[in-house]
């Protein structure tokens, strides 16, 4: 992994890498738009299982094609064959990934997305726990202080449905339960990345997961494809804006901004999420629902802000940067 260099000023931004960021940060905001309308028909295993299989089917014919089509450059040197602990994670990442997707699925039928999308956020404050209780990654004070502000906003949400009839803090525990297994897959993804390329390590997760997933699907019954206009263009949207489009311009992106600038960009995901729910399907945003909003918008913020999160050897930043890249 290479040093991260530093955020340039905002006056030497390239106009392009904004308006890629801007587009991607939009594509990766609709994913809990198209979960929504996707369990209009299908359930949350079976919108996850398209999602998949969508993403694999496109991108794994045309990784195979350019593949073919670009000429191996004279003089270099294959590299090393993976060792058996990298096969061992690229299987797990495939397993833990769907874990993370369908429980953040499911809390999108009892929480709305405002909040599933909020909660989804406090990922790369557990990928650093994650990186701190077994990877002995130390953190300093601000960083510690902003984790301390997000999860006490976390709570607040959580505890405003106490008193609800309506399931919601269920769907709270599935969003923040996602979090926490978004954040085990960072930190293989992390190891991962050392030795191969993101879109390998997408299409395995992908490839994985359908394996896993579609015996599940088909034992518990569930219809496994979708049948009506609304459900398939909400899949296809999944696979090709939320997990293609986006990911593709964060990643391009990231050749001329600084994974720190892009980071902090990625914090409006929920904002825009909770804009479009409220656009497309009329959920309000109370006033409790704002302060906790800008509980753990600012928590985050002071977090991966502090030098903790920049450091070259930094999961926080890492999570951040992979976040939009691969959910």
Not at 257 to 274: N, R
Request: include cysteine.
């Amino acid at each position: 992994m290479t040093t991260p260099s530093p955020a340039p000023e905002l006056g030497h931004r390239p106009t392009s890498a904004i308006l890629k960021l801007v587009v991607a940060l939009g594509a990766v905001s609709l994913a809990p738009i198209f979960i929504r309308l996707s369990e209009m028909e299908l359930s949350a295993n079976a919108t996850v299982l398209n999602r998949l299989l969508v993403f694999l089917l496109v991108f794994g014919l045309g990784q195979g094609i350019s593949s073919q089509l670009q000429p191996a450059e004279a003089g270099a040197e294959p590299p090393p064959p993976p060792t058996l602990t990298q096969w061992v994670l690229l299987g797990a990442v495939g397993g833990i990934s769907i874990a993370s997707l369908v429980l953040w699925a499911m809390s999108l039928v009892y929480t709305t997305v405002a909040k599933s999308m909020l909660l989804n956020n406090l990922t790369p404050l557990f990928t650093s726990v994650g990186a701190f209780l077994f990877l002995g990654q130390r953190f300093d004070r601000r960083f510690l202080v902003g984790m301390a502000i997000a999860l006490a906003g976390a709570l607040y949400l959580g505890f405003e449905d106490l008193g609800s009839s309506e399931g919601l803090l269920l769907g709270d525990l599935y969003a923040t339960l996602s979090a926490v297994f978004l954040g085990i897959y960072f930190l293989l993804v992390e190891q991962l990345r050392k030795r191969f390329s993101a879109t390998t390590i997408l299409l395995w997760r992908c490839g994985v997961g359908s394996a896993l997933l579609l015996p599940w699907v088909l034992a518990h019954g569930e219809q496994v494809l979708p049948t009506t206009v609304t459900a398939c263009l909400a899949v296809l949207g999944l696979g090709l804006v939320s997990e293609g489009l986006g990911q593709r311009l964060l990643a391009n992106s990231m050749a001329e901004l600084s994974s720190s600038f892009v980071s902090l960009f990625l914090l409006l995901e929920p904002v825009v999420s909770a804009l479009l729910a409220w656009a497309i399907f009329g959920e309000a945003l109370g006033q409790s629902t704002w302060i906790g909003f800008g509980l753990v918008l600012a928590g985050i913020y002071l977090a991966q802000s502090s030098s903790s999160a920049t450091q070259a050897d930094g999961v926080g930043e890492t999570a951040l940067v992979l976040d939009g890249e691969a959910v």
